[in-house]
């Protein structure tokens, strides 16, 4: 009697999350789900929709410039990702450091990630500017270039460019999440590997780095999911150029669905790359799960 | 500088901006010696450990181990080994690899870590563990643990910080029959940093007693025990402590009067047969007479003319099991007087006493110390 008003009470609670989640993830989640089975067009004139079959999913795997998008993302994905794990945890590492004015420090790293992302790709679009952007004016003073270039108009240089960007702003949010791990290993175990007789390196590869990879690994996968969904900061900073040369999976759906209007065949892509990031989170899970077991005291 | 001393801290001082936490500490120390340094929170025992293992740096001073300066060396080059009251074993390591992880650090050959971690291992009674985590050990396995980390290299000399504090009571008796066992099987040179004086006086070979900093006696447990040279160090060490009563003593042929005052309007009167008068040469002085609760008893000692009796009002009776402790009120103190289990002695009611006069101390009733 008790035990199912318990219940009902349960699902009345939960209720409106599950509506909300149901109205902006699960119905369109479907709805792309399906379109990727048809031959649908977004146009004026409403024509039939036919289901297809697997037909706009044999196309996107054998798609080249598909596949070259998917290369592309990935290229961005570990090297931007890996950047800010290396930069996050150097920088935390520094900020745990007692010194003059660290608590301040320790505030001002956080500003980067508060920008928006928009703001940002604009910033270091100007910053990258060809004709008085600061980044050609620093190098050109230092005399390491000796003409102004255009960074992001080179197809050779432009997706570094925005990975750089990338990580100048995503960095703030590993290095503050190692910096929140680091302060709660025990003093005592740093003491004890210096007297067994481990230097600075054996010890935060030995002790401190296996201590904070439980956190440092939960912030490793989000930022993983979304540098694969990398979107915004190319649409601003290159559109997807020069020479499609920054466009990535996500931007390669975009344009199948808004700009060619191929809704059907963007939804196969779309879901592709939802399956890639799936797989990446349960690869992720399972090291982390697998860290978990040994870091915990 | 005798040449065979295993430590030996001279002058040393500590300070942390104004705060002077040690001043000036000499200490030595034999091979082979368990010395003990005991006191009440904040005596600096602690730093004092942490200056020799060099993980403080001294503000002056000397510190030598096994005849090297080594004040100013990193604790990795001091050839030493401590255990940490939270053991600070690695998380993310085996027990196996807890324990070789200094001989790993070393570069030892493979064969040689295994065989040495698995003698240590035999010795404390842990081989069944090697592969297990920390966060899968007891407490008391976990400070086996940490004693293997540091027997496992050999060490000129050993450093416990209070080993033994997060143990639950039981075990920590266990645990600390375990280390005395350990010490006694390899002869090991260990400092060892307590605040409790029962493991100080059941594990030492010598006793440093400290308190705000400063050294106040080194001594054998029987010394501290029976000879402190102040008031402080009577009163921190034995359990329960030296009860400390103001009294007057009075030389005169042979002998020194004692009279101590009850709250009953009477004073007790004893005979110290022992302690030459020529002690108190200046005449009757106040002092403050101390004497162990078990040289207030009940019972018939054996020690004949040393012994006094007086009648005593029994102000509380607490049964402890193999003894009953009885609360006296005494020279303007709770004296407490150690009886046998099955005295017939009820609360309230009066009852005599037998003071055991042989093993009186006298301190100076302003400075504490021993007179």
């Known amino acids: 009697m008790f035990g199912r008003r318990r219940k009902q009470e349960k699902w009345i609670l939960l209720a409106p999350a599950i509506l909300v989640l149901a109205l902006i993830t699960l119905i369109p989640l479907a709805n792309t789900f399906w379109l990727s089975f048809t031959d649908t067009r977004i146009s004026a004139i409403p024509s039939p929709v036919r289901f297809i079959g697997l037909e706009n999913y044999i196309y996107a795997l054998t798609d080249p410039e598909f596949r070259e998008a998917l290369y592309r993302t990935l290229y961005f994905t570990i090297v931007s990702v890996g950047l800010e794990g290396i930069l996050g945890v150097a920088v935390a590492v520094l900020l745990n450091q007692k010194f003059r004015g660290h608590l301040i420090l320790r505030a001002l790293i956080i500003l980067p990630w508060a920008v928006p992302t928009i703001v940002n790709a604009v910033a270091w679009r100007l910053i990258y500017h060809p004709d008085y952007g600061a980044l050609n004016s620093l190098l050109f003073q230092l005399g390491l270039i000796s003409d102004y270039r255009s960074w992001i108009g080179d197809p050779a240089t432009a997706m570094n460019m925005v990975i750089l960007a990338d990580v100048w702003k995503n960095f703030p949010l590993v290095a503050y999440v190692a910096l929140a791990a680091l302060q709660t290993v025990p003093a005592d175990l740093n003491k004890a590997a210096a007297i067994e007789g481990a230097g600075p390196w054996k010890r935060f590869w030995s002790i401190t780095l296996p201590w904070i990879m439980g956190p440092l690994m939960v912030v490793m996968v989000l930022r993983t999911i979304e540098a694969f969904r990398v979107f915004d900061i190319i649409y601003v900073m290159t559109g997807g150029g020069p020479a499609d040369s920054t466009k990535t999976a996500s931007f390669y759906v975009y344009q199948e669905y808004f700009n060619y209007l191929r809704s059907g065949s963007g939804a196969s892509y779309a879901v592709l790359v939802a399956g890639i990031s799936a797989v990446l989170i349960l690869f992720y899970y399972s090291s982390a799960k697998r860290q978990a077991t040994g870091a915990t005291a | ?371």
């Open chain 2, 1 to 371: 500088m005798p040449e065979n001393q295993i430590l030996s801290v001279e002058s040393l001082q500590k300070t942390y901006g104004d705060v002077h936490v040690l001043k000036d500490i000499n200490v030595a120390m034999e091979p082979g010696e368990f010395l003990v340094l005991v006191g009440p929170s904040g005596c600096g025992k602690s730093t004092l450990l942490s200056c020799i293992s060099g993980l403080t740096e001294v503000s002056s001073g000397t510190i030598r181990i096994a005849g090297r300066d080594c004040t100013h060396m990193e604790p990795a080059n001091r050839d030493i080994a401590m255990v940490f009251q939270s053991y600070a074993l690695f998380p993310n390591m085996s027990v196996e690899r807890n324990i070789g992880f200094g001989l790993e650090v070393r570069k030892v050959a493979e064969a040689e870590k295994k065989a040495k971690v698995s003698e240590v291992a035999d010795l404390l009674k842990i081989e069944h563990l090697l592969q297990r985590r920390p966060a899968e050990l007891s407490g008391g396995q976990r400070q086996r643990v940490a004693m293997g980390r540091a027997l496992v290299r050999d060490p000129k000399l050993f450093l416990f910080d209070e080993p033994l504090s997060n143990l639950d009571a039981k075990l920590r008796v266990t645990m600390r029959t375990e280390i005395k066992r350990i010490h006694q099987a390899t002869g090991a040179s260990i400092v060892y940093v307590t605040h409790d004086q029962i493991e100080a006086m059941t594990l030492a070979t010598r006793i440093v007693v400290m308190k705000d900093g400063v050294v106040q006696q080194i001594g054998t447990p029987h010394e501290i025990y029976n000879k402190p040279v102040n008031a402080f160090v009577a009163d921190f060490m034995g359990a329960p402590s030296m009860n400390l009563m103001k009294g007057k003593a009075t030389p005169e042929e042979g002998h020194i009067r004692l009279e101590i005052p009850t709250p009953q309007g009477r004073s007790v009167s004893l005979i110290d047969r022992k302690t030459p008068s020529q002690s108190f040469r200046n005449g009757p002085q106040d002092v403050l007479i101390g004497l162990r609760p078990e040289a207030m008893t009940d019972q018939k000692l054996s020690n004949g003319s040393a012994l006094q009796s007086a009648e005593c009002l029994l102000e509380v009776v607490e049964p402890a099991g193999a003894d009953t402790y009885a609360v006296i009120h005494l020279g303007e103190t709770e004296a407490i007087a150690r009886l046998s289990a099955d005295a017939p002695v009820q609360a309230g009611e009066m009852s005599s006493i037998t003071f055991d006069l042989s093993k009186v101390s006298y301190f100076d009733i302003s400075s504490g110390n021993r007179l």
